[in-house]
């Protein structure tokens, strides 16, 4: 497989250097070294390394890729990308490649652990308000996913933040949500991937 | 000085304790904050995950809000994300023409615009350390804080990534260090001061939060730490409401209060622990606050490297009586 820099954007690892701010194009440049891997603190719990994922990108195994859990276990610590010595950036590349498992309905995989659905939960209070609801946020996705984990939410540490003030029983709403929901719409209308 | 604030959806509640300290040290600092008028979420690490122009939207809404009621100016955000996305965007859209497209239609879909470079977004940590300045804190110390052992914490979005304009080491910081020192605490070598808390991850996978977060109360633990100073609600909320899952997951019995660096300063500028916010931490600070006393700690001496040796030190046998 050839990759060159003018033609169309045809397999994930070039729509992924697209879609990248930043130097996504140092991709390419992948030393396959595994510093990103040694810094990963949640590197133990994922699928593939990044370092694997990048060696799989560039052998187009864009399934495999999508279906892992590697981005949704990414912490966004961004110890790789100061570390990368291609300047790759990594952390952001993985929010690119959450986006495009979603994207290619490759999002509901059991390693995954309901992440991209957690994200969701958290953008429609955002999106809805404009600000965002913890209390809803984990009500709301933990009733769904983990009925124990929300009881034990609840009961526990719950109550521990409600009764020292740190939680609000309702959500907050900006003023001029209606014009925070116009430039969403725009920019939903606009946001379809390079 | 007067500076644009962005407090983000954090400080409104869960870290009211950060939001309180901050306005309470501003004061003696000199500090003016300006709250943006309705501001909104700045998606933390969430929106990005779902679609990339309506998270840059997001974030620009708010750059757009501060230049229009502030102008040009210093824009302020204690919460790490809330600071990361709002640099962030601010830089790529002054690097990419596309996305600049794209956000400035969204934004005019809301009768606003924005022009990236305009506004020039800090931590609340690089204003108090680099615009303030060490020696202007030291001076207003009045209640020194003696003989407190505090592990400062940085956490991940303050430090890094460091492809962007930073006043501080992405792995090594220090500035936090220097401000806690001038505050008259000692300030413990913590070598894990800028691993990540495990962000998120304690909604998603509360085996890999839980682990990450264990690691950090272990080494501050190791250290002697009797608190750590904190600038992030996401670490806080981390370390201190997730302490007692992890004693239960590791049998462990971690009681490590964790603090923000500014009731700290609070503290130390002579203000009233209950203007500052403390209290609403649960793993409480009050054990941690008593052991601060009037009295300066004697310097420690380092330990004796033993006798003057001119050459290799070399084994010797016991001399025959």
Known sequence: ?194 | MKYGYYPGCSLEKNARAYHVSTMAVAKPLGIEFVEVDDWNCCGATEMIAIEKIPAYALVSRNLALAAKQNGSTNLVAPCSACYLNLKKVDHYLAENKQLKEKVDQALEAGGLSYQPGTINVQHLLETIAVDIGYEAIKEKVVKPLYNLRVAPYYGCLVPRPANMERFDDPEHPTSLDKIIKNLGATVIDFPLKAQCCGGHMTQISENTALELIRRLLKNAADYEADMIATLCPMCQLNLDAYQDAVNAHFGTNYKIPVVYFTQLMGLAFGIPANELGFGKEIVSAQPALDKITEEAPKPVRTRERGKQHTELPMPTQAEEE
């Not at chain 1, 590349?93 to 309905?105: D, N, P, Q, S, W």
């Not at chain 1, 059991?110 to 955002?126: L, M, R």
Request: hydrophobic share 35%; proline share 6%.
């Open chain 1, 1 to 194: 497989m050839t990759h060159t820099l003018t033609s169309r954007p045809s397999t994930l690892l070039d729509q992924v250097i697209a879609d990248t701010p930043g130097k996504a194009m140092n991709l390419k440049a992948c030393l396959q070294c595994g510093t990103c891997a040694g810094s990963c603190p949640s590197g133990p719990d994922m699928d593939y390394s990044p370092r694997a994922i990048f060696a799989m990108l560039e052998a187009g195994m864009d399934e495999q890729v999508l279906k892992s859990n590697t981005p949704w276990f990414c912490v966004s610590c961004y110890h790789c990308m100061v570390r990368c010595p291609q300047e790759i950036p990594i952390t952001d590349i993985m929010y690119t490649l959450k986006r495009r498992a979603i994207a290619a309905g490759y999002y509901r995989e059991p390693s995954q652990e309901n992440a991209a659905e957690f994200s969701e939960t958290f953008c429609d209070f955002v999106e809805n308000s404009g600000r965002s609801f913890e209390l809803g946020i984990a009500m709301r996705y933990h009733l769904r996913h983990h009925p124990l984990g929300a009881v034990k939410m609840a009961t526990g540490m719950g109550m521990k933040m409600l009764s020292r003030g740190r939680m609000d029983i309702t959500p907050t709403r900006i003023k001029n949500i209606d014009q925070l929901k116009s430039i969403l719409k725009k920019a939903k209308e606009l946001g379809g991937e390079e």
